[in-house]
């Protein structure tokens, strides 16, 4: 089986700084991983996506993630927060095969302060 | 602009009275997907649509009902909604179900149950 675990379900950050947002997972088949951003009121947009390329994976308005199958990690980190990052962001694993579905951690709603 | 949407936003329903969400696409996607996420929770897959062909998970109530007349439009019925039925709906479209197709989601139907 699958999982997702995402450490944190509230971080908060100051504009311009460093965002990072924990997610390990749990996979005995080679895992492909996601992270989704969630507004207010709004469906998930994926961010970006590790399918067994590259390691360090980078993504839309900034962000970035570095899969470490040592660590069993793909924590999604952006250099600068702005303001306009303030939104949950979920962490989601699946495999190679058709027809699996997405599994979601809970969450992590980012909070970001001028 | 080729998009998710889902009609209604907001759904009050009363207790045991049946409820039909919608969904259509403009993205002449193959697979439509159904999510219930509630309050604070991951996104969970309720079941989806290759083309005609549906995919049930397995744990998903049999309170839960899905229809895809065409390739644009996928409802989920609800028969006898439960108060812990009450959630955010996500409906989600991708070209195919492996790991390598993005799903775009739709803004999502939050259901009331009073």
């Known amino acids: 089986a699958q999982s997702v675990t995402q450490l944190g379900s509230h971080v908060s950050v100051s504009e311009g700084a460093l965002v990072l947002l924990r997610c390990n997972y749990s996979?005995?088949?080679?895992?492909?991983l996601f992270w989704y951003v969630q507004y207010p009121n709004q469906g998930l947009q994926l961010l970006l996506k590790?399918?067994?390329?590259?390691?360090l994976v980078k993504g839309i308005n900034g962000f970035e993630a570095e899969f470490k199958k040592s660590e069993t990690s793909f924590h999604l980190t952006k250099p600068s927060a702005h303001m306009s990052d303030a939104a949950e962001y979920f962490c989601?694993?699946?495999?190679?095969?058709?027809?699996?579905?997405?599994?979601f951690g809970k969450g992590t709603t980012l909070s970001v302060s001028s | 602009d080729a998009m998710v949407i889902q009609n209604p936003r907001y759904q009050v329903t009363q207790f045991g009275k049946p409820v039909t969400l919608s969904c259509s696409q403009t993205?002449?996607?193959?697979?439509m997907y159904w999510y219930q996420q509630k309050s604070s929770q991951a996104p969970k897959l309720l079941f989806h649509?290759?083309?005609?062909?549906?995919?049930n998970e397995a744990d998903t109530p049999d309170n839960f009902q899905s229809r895809r007349p065409n390739t644009s439009f996928c409802f989920l019925d609800i028969r006898s909604p439960g108060l812990g039925d009450a959630a955010m709906y996500l409906c989600?479209?991708?070209?195919?179900?492996?790991?390598?197709?993005?799903?775009?989601f739709g803004p999502g139907t939050r259901l009331t149950v009073t």
């Open positions: 996979s005995s088949v080679p895992p492909y």
């Open positions: 989601a694993v699946t495999h190679n095969q058709a027809g699996t579905a997405l599994i």
């Open positions: 993205l002449n996607h193959n697979v």
């Open positions: 989600a479209t991708s070209t195919g179900t492996a790991y390598s197709y993005e799903q775009y």
């Open positions: 590790y399918t067994s390329a590259a390691t």
């Open positions: 649509y290759y083309d005609k062909d549906f995919n």
